[in-house]
């Protein structure tokens, strides 16, 4: 049974170590990026689409629901969920850094469950290295850089770049509104000593 959070509206605290877990964990962010695409859904239409065991699902949903980024909008049964907008900015421990964690990104985070190239660039270069990537990934889609401007900028191989802005893609593309025209991995000028780089 789902449970209506108990926080606080504005606990700053709170709201950044719930946005935090879903930072941490790809499974609960698909499931908010799913709330966030679907406006409304039950827990059987996530068990549906998004695959997961009637267990899986009602404690992952009771867990956002809990951390206070999604919410009960139907209370009778069945229950229907929905995401909140989450827009919060944060600074690198060093101070180097500012993101934006919004939507995109949780999507973008999520998708490490079913993208290796998205959870392999999580690994080494974390969630704040995903975020600024996820940036180029909108500038590259609209035409203003290229993958290796991007490498350049991020100090990684031009194909590590490439392999990363055409994971990010299809975030890219159902997020914001950019003409069907960015280039296909196939069209592009990697050449064997890239791959050599990134190993």
Avoid: W
Avoid at 75 to 96: F, H, K, M, N, S
Avoid at 103 to 121: F, K, M, Q, S
Avoid at 123 to 133: C, K
Avoid at 168 to 187: C, D, F, M, Q, T
């Amino acid at each position: 049974m789902s449970r209506t959070s108990n926080r606080a509206d504005g606990d700053i605290i709170r709201d950044f170590l719930s946005v935090a877990n879903l930072l941490k964990e790809s499974q609960l962010a698909q499931l908010y990026a799913y709330l966030v695409h679907e406006d409304e859904a039950t827990v059987q239409d996530v068990i549906e689409d998004l695959e997961l065991s009637q267990g899986t699902a009602y404690r992952n949903v009771n867990r956002l629901v809990d951390a206070g980024v999604v919410e009960v909008t139907h209370d009778e049964q069945p229950r229907r969920y929905a995401a909140r907008e989450i827009d919060l900015t944060v600074t690198t421990a060093a101070g180097d850094r500012e993101y934006t964690i919004t939507p995109v990104l949780i999507d973008a985070v999520g998708r490490a469950e079913t993208n290796d190239d998205i959870d392999t660039y999580i690994d080494r270069h974390g969630v704040a290295g995903l975020a600024t990537t996820l940036t180029y990934a909108v500038a590259r889609e609209r035409g203003n850089v290229t993958h290796r401007m991007v490498a350049e900028d991020l100090d990684i191989s031009p194909f590590a770049a490439e392999m990363i802005l055409q994971a990010l893609r299809p975030v890219v593309h159902e997020h914001y509104e950019i003409k069907e025209n960015g280039a296909g991995i196939g069209e592009l000028d990697i050449d064997d000593g890239d791959a050599a780089d990134d190993a």
